[in-house]
């Protein structure tokens, strides 16, 4: 399946705490969003594209994993038409893996919350969580 060529937004972002590395976080960001401007708070830590082409990396950890129908059923729950998003682990991220989480508290130091904004999320969610083949 092609990149989809619709426009979109995508953010990864997460509170930061005081116990936390700001080198640990930004790498979490980096694990989920492939080339993303990151910027690091004191509290707040956020990564941003606006190409899906940032979503690669994370699409074949999806593939390999073969866990694209959770990530297809997380992201069709959330999609309201024109943004989607899902909670990711921050240590998992942190430690250069990619694990979904259903609810925030799953992540012990708070989620990363991915949000992908587009007129066609549907396109984005089909590639990102391509069905097997």
Do not use: H
């Not at 509290?43 to 606006?50: F, K, L, N, V, W």
């Not at 694990?99 to 990363?112: F, K, N, V, Y």
């Not at 992908?116 to 391509?130: R, Y």
Request: contains cysteine.
């Amino acid at each position: 399946m092609t990149l989809p060529a619709a426009a979109c937004s995508i953010s990864a972002s997460c509170e930061v705490f005081a116990s936390e590395d700001a080198g640990a976080v930004r790498g979490a960001l980096d694990a989920v969003l492939d080339g993303g401007d990151v910027e690091v708070g004191e509290s707040r830590a956020e990564s941003t594209s606006s190409s899906p082409a940032s979503l690669a990396r994370l699409r074949e950890t999806v593939r390999s994993r073969g866990s694209g129908a959770a990530w297809r059923r997380r992201l069709r729950l959330n999609d309201d038409g024109r943004s989607t998003w899902v909670y990711l682990n921050k240590q998992a991220a942190a430690a250069g893996s990619i694990a979904l989480c259903a609810e925030a508290d799953e992540s012990p130091l708070g989620p990363i919350t991915l949000r992908i904004a587009s007129p066609d999320t549907g396109a984005i969610i089909d590639w990102l969580a391509a069905r097997r083949e």
